[in-house]
């Protein structure tokens, strides 16, 4: 089971980019997605959250700019970043919690990380 992530790139203050996360796997039922993010010699921060009974949240640093939601299908969500600043700059890592419908085993996973930076 593994998470496909997407998106990512340079762009100018103010801009927009958005980042998708899939899981490439039938026998996974994603219960939590979610991005976080690291820059170098921090620790990782979550950014965004999502629930798929409809549930959000959001770091303080990124209310009312990032928007986290379900993309096209069960088990997939994106984030669309609007408006944003030098200090979005990080590598972003998709994660995802739930079930291996195979063994009922409970699992949390990480996508490789895709970086974002924002400069002019």
């Known amino acids: 089971v593994q998470l496909q992530a997407s998106g990512g790139g340079l762009v100018q203050p103010g801009g927009s980019l958005r980042l998708s996360c899939a899981a490439t796997?039938?026998?996974?039922?994603?219960?939590?997605m979610a991005w976080y993010r690291q820059t170098p010699g921090k620790e990782r921060e979550l950014v965004a959250g999502f629930t798929f009974n409809g549930g959000t949240n959001y770091a303080d640093s990124v209310k009312g700019r990032f928007i986290i939601a379900e993309d096209n299908g069960k088990n997939t969500v994106y984030l669309q970043m609007n408006s944003l600043k030098p200090e979005d700059t990080a590598t972003y890592y998709c994660?995802?919690?739930?079930?291996?419908?195979?063994?009922?085993?409970?699992?949390?996973?990480w996508g490789q990380g895709t970086q974002v930076t924002v400069s002019s």
């Open positions: 994660n995802a919690r739930g079930l291996n419908l195979v063994t009922m085993g409970y699992l949390e996973l």
């Open positions: 796997t039938t026998i996974f039922s994603a219960d939590v």
